[in-house]
């Protein structure tokens, strides 16, 4: 009797040996899986969707904390969550991008005729021997530096459209709409309608 007790606690504690082995191997399978997907779709998002990105990786995180603590059902279960947020991410980046390039290509076709209406404007004013009725001298020179200044500015958002800062470039491009319709105004030039609002 108490050798078939033996050989049952034998085979008990070998099937469930089986059951965690499978287990874990489950788990690594789908932590290898989340982490694959992530990394795929973490490279553009993470300069467009930031936010995003972290979600992922809390995700993520939590998965191979939870395989470390050896409960790997849960680990599984998180890494198809994590999968899931990254495969989210990869569409959500797509579309932010999309609205991005939509919106700098907006910027990207009213500003340099912005500024170059400006600088036309401040060549003119600076030949003349008298400045407007509503325009003094203190004006007119915080003007020409606001012009250096929204030319420096739109020449950064460039540079950070070229090195793939979409964001950042559109940010960047909003303000110069912002002061190049400022300093429209003290000139007393006609705004374009694209840049109002």
Known sequence: MKRILSIAVVLLLAFSLGACSKAKGTA????????????????????????EVNKAEEALKEAKDAFAKG????????????????????????????????GWDEQSKLLPNMIASIKSRIDVLSRSKKLPANLDKEKFESAESGLAEIDKEWGEANDAFKEGG??????????????AVEIMNTLGMTVPEAAKG
């Open 71 to 102: 409960d790997y059902p849960a680990a599984t279960t998180a890494a198809g969550n994590a999968a899931a947020t990254a495969k989210n991410l990869a569409s959500a980046a797509a579309a932010k991008k999309d609205e991005l390039m939509k």
């Open 166 to 179: 979409l964001a950042d470039a559109l940010s960047k491009a909003k303000s110069v709409k912002e002061k």
């Open 28 to 51: 690594e399978q789908a932590l290898k899986t989340a982490e694959d997907s992530l990394n795929a779709a973490k490279a553009d998002a993470v300069k467009i969707i930031p936010d």
